[in-house]
């Protein structure tokens, strides 16, 4: 099986940074895409960015210019790095990696168990 675990939440003023990290680990055979997803109180979960094992990279249209998501795929990490944060960013934020492990011959999704990141007005 594969685990995805994160960190890097917190809580920051408006327009500050925070950086997220995520590392999945377990008998990893090879990992698609990874990306970062959030969900508000009350509100379903959304995507935020996501890239794949060769580097595309995709955002949901209110983190564009804002958010970038890049990988290492030697560690098989993930990071988010957050910047011009605004109160409509509070969320808790979850890791995702489209893995196969050596036990499985197919892909599947594997979710961490999410960091909360508040950003005060």
């Known amino acids: 099986q594969v685990q995805v675990v994160e960190s890097g939440g917190g809580l920051v003023q408006a327009g500050g940074s925070l950086r997220l990290s995520c590392a999945a680990s377990?008998?990893?055979?090879?990992?698609?895409?990874m990306g970062w997803y959030r969900q508000a109180p009350g509100k379903q979960r959304t995507l935020v960015a996501t890239i794949t094992s060769g580097g595309n990279t995709n955002y949901a249209d209110a983190v564009k210019g804002r958010f970038t998501i890049s990988r290492d795929n030697a560690k098989n990490t993930v990071s988010l790095q957050m910047n011009s944060l605004k109160p409509e960013d509070t969320a808790v934020y979850y890791c995702?990696?489209?893995?196969?492990?050596?036990?499985?011959?197919?892909?599947?999704?594997?979710w961490g168990q999410g960091t909360q990141v508040t950003v005060s007005s």
């Open positions: 377990g008998r990893i055979f090879s990992i698609n895409a």
């Open positions: 995702n990696a489209e893995a196969r492990s050596y036990y499985s011959p197919t892909y599947r999704d594997a």
